[in-house]
């Protein structure tokens, strides 16, 4: 299992690499664009050249790319759905540049037309990304908090995406924070086996590709994405110690989505409290 966490790009990609060294992370997660804006950001082949190396020179990864927040696979307006679209292809091409494993990304909103409805649009669009880009990249669904009519709350709906859309490449992201929010008990054994064997038997654990790490402001069951700091919100320190104890986790990486202590965005403090964690479960 390998610690990491979402870094910044900041003043060139390979700053991402400085940045992950600095506080202990073993993998990242980046933006390309930022979260809230379709516009793009943009890396000179050297700026990509000096990622790569230093990612292999300090042996950090697996790695990957956040699409932006905006994108929206199940929108009703069809200049988003294109835009979205647009995205995703933009990010998995970067990804083969960087050397990265993956775009993990938010399937989006239904807007009320329902799960259903929209379930030809959003395998439609997903299919059309993995045939407009390279092979070796991965489309990674990750599982959202059921907010309002989001996509992906319950292991089925992914389930459902990944079967009409039959490829080797749509991997699933499992959000920790997210599980919780949309009401699955991660914090005990009993409550985490049934969630991962649901997961199972509607996705496959072979899906299975990172974990975002995030505790939780939001009680169980609460419907909203709302993360907070490693053993600061109601999963806690020990249902991350169980989390993390699951063997069907143990050889995923574990990347930081938190507010960081000094609200500054996932910080050495708390990829330091996952380390510990991993050490107590390797001793034990």
């Not at 890396?43 to 994108?71: C, K, Q, S, W």
């Not at 064997?197 to 609460?222: M, Q, T, W, Y």
Request: proline share 5%.
């Amino acid at each position: 299992m390998r610690i990491g966490a979402h870094v910044s790009t900041a003043g060139g990609a390979d700053k991402a690499i400085q940045r992950a060294k600095e506080m202990g992370a073993e993998a990242i997660q980046i933006f390309t664009s930022p979260p809230q804006s379709w516009r793009r950001k943009t890396f000179t082949p050297a700026e990509m050249e000096a990622f790569r190396a230093a990612a292999a020179a300090e042996d950090i990864g697996p790695n990957f790319v956040h699409g932006a927040y905006l994108i929206n696979l199940a929108t009703p307006e069809p200049d988003k759905l294109k835009k979205s679209v647009d995205a995703l292809i933009k990010d998995m091409e970067l990804c083969q540049q960087l050397g990265l494993k993956g775009v993990i990304f938010h399937t989006g909103s239904h807007k009320g037309l329902g799960f259903e409805a929209t379930l030809g649009q959003i395998t439609s669009a997903i299919a059309q990304v993995l045939e407009s880009t390279p092979q070796g990249v991965w489309l990674v669904l990750e599982n959202s908090a059921g907010m309002g009519d989001s996509v992906g709350s319950k292991f089925a709906e992914l389930g459902r995406i990944i079967r009409e859309v039959d490829s080797p490449r749509l991997k699933v992201c499992l959000d920790t924070q997210h599980m919780f929010a949309a009401g699955y008990e991660v914090r005990t054994k009993d409550g985490l086996d049934r969630a991962l064997e649901e997961f199972h038997r509607e996705i496959g654990l072979e899906r299975l590709v990172a974990v975002h790490a995030n505790d939780s402001k939001c009680p169980l069951g609460g419907g909203v994405d709302r993360h907070e700091n490693i053993g600061h919100g109601h999963i806690g320190r020990q249902g991350f110690l169980n989390i993390m104890a699951h063997p069907a986790l143990r050889d995923v990486p574990f990347l930081l989505e938190v507010p960081g202590m000094d609200g500054e965005g996932p910080d050495k403090a708390n990829v330091d409290i996952l380390k510990e964690i991993r050490a107590a479960i390797l001793a034990s």
